[in-house]
């Protein structure tokens, strides 16, 4: 992960030795040889899911490449705070290495679980959400990432979750697909989590940034640091409302979108949310000419 990009660029190459620096460990070598038990490790994995981000970020931008906005999902909303300078890549790595591992010790293993539930709309969801909550005496389990169109994650305690998901087949559901997560995540569960990062979050330096970020959280344009970090301390145990940032963007006029960092995920979200758009993820090296002729275009 990465090792293509820092092998052919100085500034890919100096982003992971600044991420070593600020960590005091070798989080490059973990990113590019592994072993992936420790990769998948979710404290292991939010910076180096960050630093690859910023890599390809940086590279692009110094191709002359400049977003008119930035977001990004759940953890990717750490970079776009980076990118935006909101928060500095030091101080974002930190925080993201204690929200994983905050994240992971607020449920014990075992005891949460997410689904992907498809082919059902929102309300739907909820209805499925709130019966299987009730049929478990007010455990949690709650829509986590409203995605795109008929694509909706919930997350919570794990038997709850998986009668929400007979719930939402009996309602119409085309798929219920359970997800290979460490915890919980973006559900009441992780309210310790965001607790104990709030105070973390606010200690820092944020700026105001120098491009708008569209915020997790409630899909508003966020133009004030403190507005930043308030949209950070509150999606930890909040809804990702993805799909309400992706029509956020396009109302603001965006048009063209570039998915940075490792995986397509976002890039086939936004192709179900954003018809019209152009959409291309970066990842490797040789993505980068597609991104400067779609820079070359906008």
């Known amino acids: 992960m990465g090792r293509a990009l820092a092998g052919a660029f100085p500034i890919c190459r100096a982003t992971f030795e600044e991420a070593d620096r600020e960590l005091g460990e070798p989080l490059s070598r ?3 040889e592994g072993p992936d038990d420790q990769l998948m490790l979710t404290e292991n994995t939010q910076p180096a899911i960050l630093a690859v981000s910023m890599a390809a970020y940086r590279l692009a931008t110094s191709s002359g490449v400049r977003p008119g906005f930035v977001a990004g999902h759940s953890l990717g909303e750490y970079s776009a705070n980076v990118a935006a300078g909101t928060v500095a890549f030091g101080d974002a790595l930190r925080l993201v290495r204690r929200r994983g591992q905050y994240m992971q010790e607020a449920v014990p293993v075992g005891e949460g679980a997410m689904a992907a539930i498809l082919g059902l ?11 299987a909550s009730a049929e478990r005496g007010g455990e949690v389990v709650s829509p986590a990432n409203i995605n795109a169109p008929g694509q ?7 038997e709850a979750v998986r009668i929400a998901g007979e719930r939402a087949r009996a309602k119409g559901a085309k798929r219920v ?9 973006h559900c009441a569960l992780m309210e310790p989590a965001a607790r104990r990062l709030e105070p973390e979050l606010r200690m820092i330096q944020a700026r105001d940034p120098v491009v708008p970020v569209v915020a997790n959280v ?14 950070l301390v509150r999606q930890v145990a909040a809804p990702v409302q993805w799909e ?28 179900k949310i954003h018809r019209d758009a152009t959409v291309l993820n970066f990842e490797t090296p040789d993505q980068l000419a597609a991104v400067e002729e779609l820079w070359g275009q906008v």
Do not use: H, M, N, Q
């Open 152 to 158: 909706i994650v919930v997350a919570g305690a794990r």
């Open 30 to 32: 973990l990113c590019f």
């Open 177 to 185: 697909v359970p997800l290979p997560v460490s915890a919980p995540f």
């Open 121 to 131: 709309d929102a309300e739907a969801v909820t209805a499925a959400c709130e019966e």
């Open 244 to 271: 309400r940032v992706v029509r956020r963007l396009a109302t603001e006029g965006v048009r063209a979108y570039v998915e940075v960092g490792p995986g397509t995920v976002l890039t086939g979200l936004v192709r």
């Open 218 to 231: 409630d899909a508003d344009v966020k133009r004030e640091g403190p507005a930043c970090v308030e949209a």
